[in-house]
């Protein structure tokens, strides 16, 4: 009867520890999650962008090709991947879409920045319907453009967790035609 009794008190006293240790590693885990594991936005950098040519002629044919370089850096801070799908950026002028330009999909390591790189090139059909943009660029003052990026993907923490991702970021662009030099003012936004 003795034995009975400390077998049953034993077990009863494993079950209760085993419950405890359960409970303890499950609140580290959630905290672990909720802290330092917790799916981070990626930072999304914006870098100035690059006029690398423009080109106008009047005769034969009234031609125009603008090409701007445009690198984004994106900084991914998880303790996982950060994988987004193939997008588009979009280059405005005066809010009528002149330009778009393909942005593979990738991958971002754990921790790691990427360069996501792209040129655009803006054609005379889009731009020279436009009164304000033969003006401006004849006067040679400055032609101000925007440009829109959306990236969509997601952060993969240890291949288990994965949390949606959307990096958006516009830059308004001026190019000061004389001097054939840009100025551009970016800003990113980011929804998980």
């Not at 950098?45 to 009047?58: A, C, D, K, T």
């Not at 090409?67 to 996982?80: A, D, F, H, K, Q």
Request: proline residues 4%.
């Amino acid at each position: 009867m003795g034995s009975s009794k400390r077998f049953c008190c034993g077990l009863k006293i494993c079950v209760l520890v085993t419950f405890v240790l359960l409970v303890i590693i499950s609140v580290v885990l959630v905290t672990l999650y909720f802290t330092v594991f917790k799916p981070k936005e990626p930072k999304i950098n914006p870098q100035p962008v690059i006029l690398e040519s423009i080109r106008w002629i009047i005769f034969p044919i009234q031609m125009l090709n603008i090409t701007l370089g445009m690198v984004i850096t994106v900084e991914n801070r998880n303790y996982g991947s950060f994988k987004y799908q193939e997008s588009t950026a979009y280059v405005s002028y005066r809010g009528n879409v002149v330009a778009e330009a393909p942005i593979e999909a990738d991958t971002i390591p754990a921790r790691g920045k990427h360069n996501i790189s792209t040129t655009v090139t803006m054609f005379a059909d889009k731009l020279l319907s436009d009164d304000n943009f033969k003006r401006e660029l004849l006067q040679g003052s400055i032609l101000n453009f925007t440009s829109a990026t959306t990236l969509h993907g997601k952060v993969i923490l240890f291949k288990l967790i994965k949390a949606k991702a959307t990096s958006s970021s516009t830059c308004d662009i001026s190019i000061f035609v004389q001097e054939q030099q840009t100025e551009s003012i970016c800003k990113s936004k980011v929804g998980l």
